[in-house]
């Protein structure tokens, strides 16, 4: 293959990598929102699961996640699989944050930093909870990823959730059908 003068084969192998990330990102959004979509119509929730996530066609969030195309998400974890927050590019962060504020189907949208040591965790409404469960359904359906029951089991006393969101969640999951069992134990 010829290259123009104007650009040398290392440059166009760059541009073709960028690119590539460019495409991969778009494939595996698109296919994430499909999948949400389908989990979406099954909750009742057509219309959420045909707007979820468009925040991520933003620059804020479009360029680092692309950035990161190269990166495993094992590069930025700790051996348990905990992000560690020296690992993580500011601009990967930044736009993680971006997300969360702008979409109100995770859980971190729901919980409020009152004076830098507490926290007022809020009830998601409905159609929101909703979301998030058609979210973790859909990527639990990726391939390579784990299945939702094990993963909510094991992250969820890492996330901040009102009793009434917490309790519709594990009811929606199977796990308990009384406010009894909320005391930080496994089934």
Same mark, same amino acid.
């Given at each position: 293959m010829?290259?123009?003068?104007?650009?040398?084969?290392?440059?166009?192998?760059?541009?073709?990598?960028?690119?590539s990330?460019?495409?991969?990102?778009?494939?595996?959004?698109?296919?994430?929102?499909?999948?949400?979509?389908?989990?979406?119509?099954?909750?009742?929730?057509?219309?959420?699961?045909?707007?979820?996530d468009?925040?991520?066609?933003?620059?804020q969030?479009?360029?680092?996640?692309?950035?990161?195309?190269?990166?495993?998400?094992?590069d930025?974890?700790?051996?348990e699989?905990?992000y560690?927050a020296?690992?993580?590019?500011?601009?990967?962060a930044?736009s993680? $944050?971006?997300?969360y504020h702008?979409?109100?189907?995770h859980?971190?949208?729901?919980?409020? $930093?009152?004076?830098?040591k507490v926290?007022?965790?809020l009830?998601?409404?409905?159609?929101?909870r909703?979301?998030m469960l058609?979210?973790?359904?859909?990527v639990?359906?990726?391939?390579?990823r784990?299945?939702?029951?094990?993963?909510y089991?094991?992250?969820?006393?890492?996330? $901040?959730?009102?009793?009434e969101?917490?309790?519709w969640?594990?009811?929606?999951?199977?796990?308990?059908?009384?406010?009894?069992?909320?005391?930080?134990?496994?089934?």
């Open positions: 010829k290259y123009s003068s104007d650009i040398t084969k290392a440059q166009f192998e760059v541009a073709t990598l960028k690119l990330n460019h495409l991969r990102f778009l494939r595996y959004l698109l296919e994430h929102k499909w999948l949400v979509f389908l989990e979406a119509c099954k909750l009742g929730i057509p219309w959420r699961g045909l707007v979820h468009l925040s991520k066609f933003s620059p969030e479009w360029q680092p996640r692309v950035a990161a195309m190269g990166n495993r998400a094992k930025y974890q700790d051996a699989g905990f560690v020296e690992n993580v590019p500011d601009e990967l930044s993680w $944050l971006h997300h702008h979409n109100k189907h859980w971190q949208w729901w919980v409020v $930093l009152l004076d830098g926290y007022k965790v009830p998601m409404t409905d159609e929101y909703r979301e058609a979210d973790w359904l859909a639990a359906r990726m391939p390579g784990q299945a939702m029951l094990p993963w089991q094991e992250n969820r006393d890492a996330m $901040l959730l009102h009793p969101t917490k309790q969640v594990e009811e929606q999951l199977g796990l308990q059908t009384d406010k009894a069992c909320f005391k930080n134990t496994q089934p």
